[in-house]
Structure formats: structure tokens, C-alpha cells
């Protein structure tokens, strides 16, 4: 199974005001879940319920819905688990997503993530695939959840410049056969 990589007009053309929101997102999450990490409280929200009355994010939603089709291949029912990941400073993304923290597996058939405001970072994966991250850039590929013993998509992300604001993207993993184990924050997709 191989990984594609999609541009998002809509991120691009509206950077600043899905930063912004972000910002907003990052105070809310962390307030409502008492936690200074958004990453790794992701079981506990689904950023587009959180976002359900944002016509930009469903906009968002209905475009990343088109490219996971894509990326499948077929129209078959899929649920998605979503979450942002928001590192302020160098040292909070390696202990979150990067070198501190070392590789790390997502537990579903599908791993993707947006690129809101990436600054300078590379997302490195164990098979030694390396991307480096753009505005507006969505990657899918595997997760681990049916890979079994195969982690070679397992992934760390290092920054190749200092970080000077906070870097933003937006996680997601889908499945093929809804498993409220997997996550009770799943949402179906169109």
C-alpha cells in the first residue's frame, strides 16, 4: 500500500483565517480537556464536530472526503477520526510528534494529515520515506491497524528550522468498518 499527496486550494487561499481558527481551536481543546495537548487528547474530540458550524472546515471536510475516496478507490461506507496537532515551540513538538518521542503508529487501516501552517518540517517515516511539509498539504497513506508486525509507516516529525510560531496541522485516521473501540469520536464520510 503506497501514500498520496493532495493540495488543498481552499488552505491555501484561506491560510490566515484557518490559523486563526486553529489558535481559537487550540484554547478551546485544551480548556474544555484541561490538557496542554490537543495531539495527544485526540480520542477525545473529532475536530470537524468541534468545527460543524464553520462553512470553511466543511468545506475542508467535503474536500479531504473527495481526496480519501481517491486515495481508496471505491464508495463504500469509511469513518474518520480527527484531531489538531499544535506544537508552539521546538521543544513541545519532540516531545509530542518528533525526535523525544521517537516513531509512532496510528492504530487504524488509514493515516492522513493537513498541513494548516507546517513551518519548516520534514514528517520522516520508518521506510525512510521523507515529507517535507507544505501549506495545504494532505498526506494519506497506511496506518497499522492491519499491517500487523509492518510499522515501515510509523513516523516522526523533525523541524529543519527553528520553530519561531506554532505549527498546525490536522490528523485524521479512517476505517473501513466502524469500531467505536477504535475511537468513540468517529464520523461517517460522505
Not at 496542554?36 to 472526503?65: A, C, G, Q, R
Not at 496510528?106 to 501552517?117: F, L, M, P, T
Request: hydrophobic share 30%; charged share 20%.
Amino acid at each position: 500500500m503506497e501514500y498520496k499527496l493532495y493540495q488543498s486550494k481552499l488552505v491555501k487561499k484561506n491560510h490566515n483565517v484557518f490559523v486563526n481558527n486553529c489558535i481559537k481551536l487550540n484554547k478551546y481543546i485544551t480548556h474544555f480537556l484541561n490538557t496542554d495537548d490537543p495531539t495527544w487528547s485526540y480520542s477525545k474530540y473529532n475536530i470537524f464536530i468541534l468545527t460543524s458550524s464553520s462553512v470553511l472546515f466543511y468545506k475542508l471536510f467535503k474536500e479531504l472526503n473527495s481526496y480519501i475516496r481517491d486515495f481508496v478507490g471505491h464508495s463504500n461506507p469509511l469513518w474518520m477520526h480527527s484531531w489538531l496537532n499544535y506544537h508552539e515551540t521546538p521543544k513541545k513538538l519532540s516531545k509530542i510528534l518528533g525526535k523525544e518521542q521517537g516513531y509512532h503508529g496510528h492504530a487504524s487501516k488509514y493515516h492522513g494529515y493537513i498541513s494548516i501552517d507546517p513551518q519548516d518540517t520534514t514528517t520522516i517515516f520508518k521506510n525512510k520515506l521523507q515529507i517535507n511539509n507544505k501549506i495545504g498539504q494532505i498526506y494519506i497513506g497506511p496506518g497499522n491497524f492491519l499491517l500487523k508486525d509492518n510499522f515501515d509507516f510509523d513516523h516522526c516529525v523533525i523541524e529543519n528550522s527553528p520553530i519561531t510560531k506554532p505549527r498546525i496541522t490536522i490528523g485524521f485516521n479512517f476505517h473501513e468498518e466502524y469500531n467505536q473501540l477504535l475511537s468513540p469520536c468517529n464520523i461517517p464520510l460522505l
